[in-house]
């Protein structure tokens, strides 16, 4: 008879042989089909995992051929008192395989994990950053939209077509804009993950400079903490001062 070890071992296999699993369901040992619940739960979360993201390369597809270098764009940081918006620009291929999604649906280790499988596999990678003085000067809609532009500027490929999260790159190419496109596009999703991890990693290195204020745990939005910071330490270098949180602070100074 098959040893539980046994099972276990042949279920790691890629690819696993029906006489197997017809085997392991006739075992009537209870670790038996314990083996085969874990392995039926990962072929399913596997399944669901391919169909998420067939569905979310299915726009790319439909442009590919009139269009075959597309830029995903999307932004990270317009709400924050304090900080820089971060945009990113990412051109993936019809061989990407790494299923995205919206970053704010991830957890921070998921979001490590695919920031390096999109820097790795995508065709190219660029940012766009306007900081706290830039969108005190501009307003934050505008500084994203030079944002953005900045990151397809960035590209080392020129896109012929960019797909954007719900707003206008100012730059000379066709484009769509697309509302929650972070969930409806690979390349969407995969530059909400870069613009989300360079800057909570930027706002970790501003918590060291400017401690106090929990920017390595809030990144800059308004938190209790931050608050309490703001009211506590007063304004740094990098606070946006045309936010109401910020004039208040100032105006209390």
């Keep these: 008879m098959t040893t539980l070890a046994e099972y276990k071992q042949l279920l790691q ?3 696993v042989p029906q006489a197997l699993l017809d085997e392991l369901a006739a075992d009537a040992r209870a670790g ?9 739960r990962k072929l399913m979360h596997r399944r669901q995992q391919e169909m998420m993201l067939e569905e979310h390369r299915k726009l790319e597809r439909s442009l590919w051929p009139a269009y075959p270098i597309i830029a995903g764009i999307d932004e990270v940081g317009r709400g924050p008192l304090a900080g820089p918006v ?4 990412v051109i ?3 061989n990407f395989d790494v299923p995205v999604n919206d970053s704010k649906q991830l957890t921070a280790h998921r979001r490590d994990a695919l920031f390096a499988d999109i820097i790795t596999n995508a065709r190219a990678v660029a940012i766009g950053v306007r900081d706290n003085t830039e969108i005190d000067r501009y307003n934050i809609y505008h500084a994203t939209e030079l944002a953005m532009a900045d990151a397809v500027h960035n590209l080392r490929l020129q896109p012929d077509y960019l797909l954007v999260d719900a707003m206008h790159v100012p730059v000379d190419i066709p484009q769509s804009k697309l509302i929650k496109g972070d969930a409806r596009s690979i390349s969407i999703g995969a530059a909400s993950i870069v613009a989300k991890v360079v800057r909570d990693r930027l706002m970790e290195m501003y918590d060291q400079v400017y ?3 929990g920017f390595a745990q809030n990144a800059g939005y308004g938190t209790k903490a931050h608050l309490e910071g703001l ?3 007063g304004v740094t270098p990098i606070h946006r001062r045309s936010f109401a949180p910020v004039q208040d602070a100032l105006a209390k100074k």
């Design 92 to 94: 993936l291929d019809e």
């Design 86 to 89: 971060i945009t990113a620009a």
């Design 32 to 40: 038996a089909q314990k083996l085969l619940g874990a392995y039926n």
């Design 211 to 213: 401690p106090g204020y």
């Design 13 to 15: 296999a890629d690819s």
């Design 231 to 233: 009211a506590k330490l």
